[in-house]
C-alpha cells in the first residue's frame, strides 16, 4: 500500500513548474508571434493546439535553445492533462517529445541548467527517478533555480524510497521557498514513512496553514493520525477532508475504519460468564469433600475394629 500510496501523491502533484519564464530571449518576428498565440492556448488549457503553434517558433528560430524549452513545457503539460484523462499511451508519448526538446535544449546550451531541471521534472513524470536525480543535481551544480532543483530531486527521492535524502532536499527547498505547500506536504511524506509521526504532523499542519482549502492534506494528516492510533483526532481530519470534497471514495473508507477502531476502543470489556456449576466444583470444595470422606471412613472402621463376630445357632457344625 505503501508505494501505490506515494504515486499517487507523485502524480497528483505533477509538479507546477514556472514555464515559459527564465528563459534566453527569444529572437522576436515570427517566432515570437506564434510564441505569443501559443501562450494564450495554454491559458485555455488547449495543449495540443499549443504545441503546433511551438512548432511554428521552433522552425522559425530553430537556433534558440529556449524555443525548445517553449514546447518541451507545452509537451509536458499534454502529458498531464492526458494523465489526468487516464490516456496512459497519450501522456507517456507527450511526455517522450518533451524530454526530446530538453535534451535538444541541453545540446544547444550545455551550461545553462534550465534544460537539465526541466528534464529531470519530465523524467519524475515518467517515473525515471535515477535518471531524474543526475539531471537535477547537474542543474545544481550549474546554479539553477535552487528551490525548485532541490525541490523536484525531493520528489525523486521520494519515488526512489530514499526518504533521508528527501528530507534533505525538501528542508533546503523550504529555506529557499518557506511558502511552497508541495514541499511541507512531501517531506511530511518522507517522515510518515520513517515512522516520525510527530514531524510528519507538524508539516501537514504547516501545509494547511498555507492552504486550508486544500482537501488532500487533511486527508493525508488523518491518516498519519490513524498510523498512531488517535483515532478521533484522524476521524476529525477525514470528516473536514470530506466536507471539501465529499465523493472521495478513499477518505470515505479511512474514515469508516478509523470510527470502527474508535468504537471498538470505547465499548466495555466482556465480563466471562462461568459455565454451568462450575461454581460448586472448585478445587478447594472437592478437596473439603475429599477430607470429609476420608474423616468418615476413619470413624467407621474405629467403631467396628474389635467387636465379636456374632454366631448364629443355626451354623452347621
Known sequence: MKNSFTL????????????????????????EEHRKKALELIDAKQFDKAVDEFNKEVDADRGNPSVY??????????????????????????????????????????????GYMERGQTEIAQIAFDPAVADLTKAIELKGDEALCYKFRGFAYVGLNQWDKAIADFTVAIQKDPNDQQNYDQRALAYRNLKNFDAALADYTTAIEKNPSYEPEYARRGYTYASMEQYDKAVADYQQALKLDPNDQDTI??????????AAGNAPAATPTPASGASFFTPAKVFFVLVILVVIAVVVRYVTRGKPEQTSSMRIR
Open 8 to 31: 499517487s501523491i507523485l502524480l497528483a502533484a505533477l509538479f507546477v513548474g514556472a514555464p515559459f519564464v527564465n528563459a534566453k530571449k527569444h529572437g522576436g518576428g515570427e517566432a
Open 69 to 114: 524549452r517553449d514546447r518541451g513545457t507545452a509537451y509536458r503539460m499534454a502529458g498531464r492533462a492526458a494523465v489526468a484523462a487516464k490516456d496512459g499511451p497519450a501522456a507517456g508519448a507527450r511526455f517522450n517529445s518533451a524530454n526530446a526538446d530538453f535534451s535538444k535544449m541541453i545540446e544547444l546550451a550545455p551550461n545553462d541548467p534550465i
Open 253 to 262: 473508507e479511512r474514515m469508516k475504519y478509523a470510527q470502527g477502531r474508535l
